[in-house]
């Protein structure tokens, strides 16, 4: 089989086109692909900043350092959970909504493209599948993890 017919290859060939894509779209507003999900990610009323690395497929440390930068450039506030005080929430600034916007815009409109270039029929394929690859890639961790 070649390795342009497989699925992970597809995956991270077209991944990186899209990220490609996302960064130089953010570049012209000073921001990064990964700004930008973060931005996204953080729900109005606050998200606990434990939950942003699972929603975000990122590891702690890379995390800890992009809400430190959203931080420093005051996109982000860090304050205390209410409800457990040993957690913290992470809310968005006025400028992180500002920033947030210009993401959102930017998402929207790469989505839209793509959804005008395809049937329903296939926009629903195309989820079935990537269902599929990602019920199968967790169901193959978990298959490595028992037998270790």
Known sequence: MEKSKTFDYAL???WQSVSNMYNKAAY???S???TGFALLSIEPNGTPST???PLMGM???SLSRLLNSLEERSFIERRPNPVDGRGRLVYLTRLGLEKREISKKIVLK???SISKKLTKTEINTFFKVIDC???QSQNTLTQHENDN
């Open 12 to 14: 991270r060939s077209t």
């Open 28 to 30: 012209k507003f000073e």
């Open 110 to 112: 790469f989505n839209n």
């Open 51 to 53: 939950a942003l690395g």
């Open 59 to 61: 590891e702690n440390t």
């Open 133 to 135: 690859i990602n019920t």
């Open 32 to 34: 990064t692909m990964a």
